[in-house]
């Protein structure tokens, strides 16, 4: 059972959009494969959509989307504009689908990451920061993709035996189970 915690989803939001902006600013430009770079926009907006969803989700797409788009050369509003579309679709039932389901959860964030690094990379390719098909597929959506989704499943695993709270890992979890001998600060079952 999920028991609405507005503080709680405050200050788990804003500790994950620190973590994620501190490696969007300081990981991802200097870790990449070809011209592809780890997306932390996406997964801050999509661990925001899978946990909390609804409207909060949307705004946490919007708002990681435009930061992405004034920490890189692309157009801006284009990531803003397709972090909240993603955002919108995988946070439609408004329910914890990491504390829930893991593999399901990491499979859709795996499609909205391909959609969302091939319409951006497209974009790249009409506005002429690209220069060919080739070099938008293979050299920058394909790595991006695999990168992302790759930095993703370490969120996913941790906010799945967090309860959806990465934060919290020692309170019981949708799943029943309780930390040994009932502790505190402790990191769930040893």
């Excluded at 692309?74 to 329910?95: D, I, K, Y």
């Excluded at 220069?131 to 597929?137: G, L, R, Y």
């Excluded at 695993?157 to 600060?185: E, P, T, V």
Aim: hydrophobic content about 50%.
């Amino acid at each position: 059972m999920q028991v609405k915690d507005s503080n709680k989803n405050k200050r788990s939001i804003g500790w994950l959009a620190l973590a994620c902006l501190v490696l969007q600013l300081a990981v991802a430009p200097n870790f990449g494969i070809g011209n592809g770079r780890i997306n932390f926009a996406l997964i801050f907006s999509a661990v925001v959509a899978l946990t909390i969803g609804g409207r909060t989700g949307v705004l946490c797409g919007f708002l990681a989307g435009f930061v992405f788009d004034l920490s890189t050369t692309g157009p801006v509003g284009l990531m803003a504009l397709l972090l909240t579309v993603s955002s919108f679709q995988m946070g439609m039932e408004c329910r914890n689908r990491l504390s829930e389901d893991l593999g399901p959860s990491v499979i859709l964030f795996a499609i909205h990451a391909l959609v969302v690094s091939l319409a951006y990379h497209l974009a790249m390719l009409v506005v002429g920061q690209a220069s060919s098909a080739f070099d938008v597929i293979v050299l920058r959506m394909l790595p991006t993709f695999f990168l992302t989704v790759l930095a993703f499943v370490p969120f996913a695993y941790i906010y799945f035996h967090g309860g959806g709270s990465g934060l919290d890992l020692g309170r019981k979890s949708a799943r029943g189970s309780h930390a040994k001998h009932g502790s505190k600060y402790s990191l769930g079952k040893l």
